[in-house]
T-cell receptor, first 114, second 113 residues
Framework: ETGVTQTPRHLVMGMTNKKSLKCEQH?????MYWYKQSAKKPLELMFV???????ENNSVPSRFSPECPNSSHLFLHLHTLQPEDSALYLC?????????????FGEGSWLTVV | DQQVKQNSPSLSVQEGRISILNCDYT??????FLWYKKYPAEGPTFLIS?????DKNEDGRFTVFLNKSAKHLSLHIVPSQPGDSAVYFC????????????FGKGTRLHILP
């Protein structure tokens, strides 16, 4: 139990569907992240939020839309995804954005796009 | 171009022996390095880190060695235990430049009985 909870753990969606991934952290952290883990590829940073403000977007397609309503919650809204978007999506948090602060990951949401 | 490379996708080690996981990096600006461990169906968990001002950091059975001139770091696990079977990710960051953490592709460690 890392203090970062992701739901759902598994999601299968069609290319025309709209769904959302949810992340909640109970650690009092100020920074939250979305990462993508595809098979045989390094972890890819998608979005960074610091104090509820998006501070980084690593050239992620607009079919992925993050939302951070408060410092404890982070969403990833998904629409018109492609099969190649199937991957493990990991939410993480840290005290703040300074490196040297350990990043705590959630268990991940396995996404399959059919 | 991968800035953090873990060239061994998998490694098998006998229980009780030493496991050595290797990581190479290309960016000389990196000054902070981390290892994460990941079990199937779980997110990565932080294991151990090292700052570039050190060449060794030890925590129980885990020791990380940093060779800055070779741009190489390694994680030693001794003695290896069955619960150490997992994927290990090496990660690096340049704190003075930006705070992005760059991950390697991971190495799957199998501890053999």
């Amino acid at each position: 139990e890392t203090g970062v909870t992701q739901t759902p753990r598994h999601l299968v969606m069609g290319m025309t569907n709209k769904k959302s991934l949810k992340c909640e952290q109970h650690l009092g952290h100020n920074a939250m992240y979305w990462y993508k883990q595809s098979a045989k590829k390094p972890l890819e940073l998608m979005f960074v939020y610091s104090l509820e403000e998006r501070v980084e977007n690593n050239s992620v397609p607009s079919r992925f839309s993050p939302e951070c309503p408060n410092s404890s919650h982070l969403f990833l809204h998904l629409h018109t995804l492609q099969p190649e978007d199937s991957a493990l999506y990991l939410c993480a948090s840290s005290q703040d954005r300074s490196v040297g602060n350990t990043i705590y990951f959630g268990e991940g949401s396995w996404l399959t796009v059919v | 171009d991968q800035q953090v490379k873990q060239n061994s996708p998998s490694l098998s080690v006998q229980e009780g022996r030493i496991s050595i996981l290797n990581c190479d990096y290309t960016n000389s600006m990196f000054d902070y390095f981390l290892w994460y461990k990941k079990y199937p169906a779980e997110g990565p968990t932080f294991l151990i880190s090292i700052s570039s001002i050190k060449d060794k950091n030890e925590d129980g059975r885990f020791t990380v060695f940093l060779n800055k001139s070779a741009k190489h770091l390694s994680l030693h696990i001794v003695p290896s235990q069955p619960g150490d079977s997992a994927v290990y990710f090496c990660a690096a960051s340049a704190r003075n430049r930006d705070d992005k953490i760059i991950f390697g592709k991971g190495t799957r460690l199998h501890i053999l009985p």
